[in-house]
T-cell receptor, first 111, second 110 residues
Framework: DGGITQSPKYLFRKEGQNVTLSCEQN?????MYWYRQDPGQGLRLIYY???????QKGDIAEGYSVSREKKESFPLTVTSAQKNPTAFYLC??????????FGPGTRLTVL | GEDVEQSLFLSVREGDSSVINCTYT??????LYWYKQEPGAGLQLLTY?????DMKQDQRLTVLLNKKDKHLSLRIADTQTGDSAIYFC??????????FGQGTTLQVKP
């Protein structure tokens, strides 16, 4: 079954902790993206990657980090420097400059 | 600058048609998209239109594109309660990133 998976579906973080959100795709897409969505708001781009071992900052990269060691995987780390991390996080993938397909999302809550 | 604008809320009665509107700014965008997001879920691609088309129909969905005015609309015929969701318009300016609108919440009343 082809698609994009994100895990976990729900994640709880204590103040001062780093947490990593997983995103995997088996669509053979070159590009992968991370977005943040706050209640009642649209999507904001955090990071994106168009090729393995390379990635670019989006509009709100501060307090986040990513890696792209494999084509299929693009994990996002929410660091303790991110002041307000509670949000819904969406991962997407695409062929280069093409239609993006989204995963089911991870809801992160800071306790 | 880059910006995609949508109205935030639309309420219709079941069985009526819904029309969701969007304006975009980049005239070089090759594709324009409509995505649907149900509560607690990711975005689902509903349909897209090439910039050299002015209309695309897919079952109950009709997309209209006015390139001159940079206006895109999504019409849902015979709207059902299952159509209640947030609808996002997006443009592809070929920069490697999509530009999304804020989303329109469609409420369908029985």
């Amino acid at each position: 079954d082809g698609g994009i998976t994100q895990s976990p579906k729900y994640l709880f973080r204590k103040e001062g902790q780093n947490v990593t959100l997983s995103c995997e795709q088996n669509l053979n897409h070159d590009a992968m993206y991370w977005y943040r969505q706050d209640p009642g708001q649209g999507l904001r781009l955090i990071y994106y990657s168009q090729i393995v071992n390379d990635f670019q900052k989006g509009d709100i990269a501060e307090g986040y980090s990513v890696s792209r060691e494999k084509k299929e995987s693009f994990p996002l780390t929410v660091t303790s420097a991110q002041k307000n991390p509670t949000a819904f996080y969406l991962c997407a993938s695409s062929r280069l400059a093409d239609t993006q397909y989204f995963g089911p999302g991870t809801r992160l809550t800071v306790l | 600058g880059e910006d995609v604008e949508q109205s935030l809320f639309l309420s219709v009665r079941e069985g009526d048609s819904s029309v969701i509107n969007c304006t975009y700014t980049d005239s070089s965008s090759t594709y324009l998209y409509w995505y649907k997001q149900e509560p607690g879920a990711g975005l689902q691609l509903l349909t897209y239109i090439f910039s050299n088309m002015d209309m695309k129909q897919d079952q109950r969905l009709t997309v209209l594109l006015n390139k001159k005015d940079k206006h895109l609309s999504l019409r849902i015929a015979d709207t059902q309660t299952g159509d209640s969701a947030i609808y996002f318009c997006a443009e592809n300016p070929n920069t490697g990133k999509l530009i999304f609108g804020q989303g329109t919440t469609l409420q369908v009343k029985p």
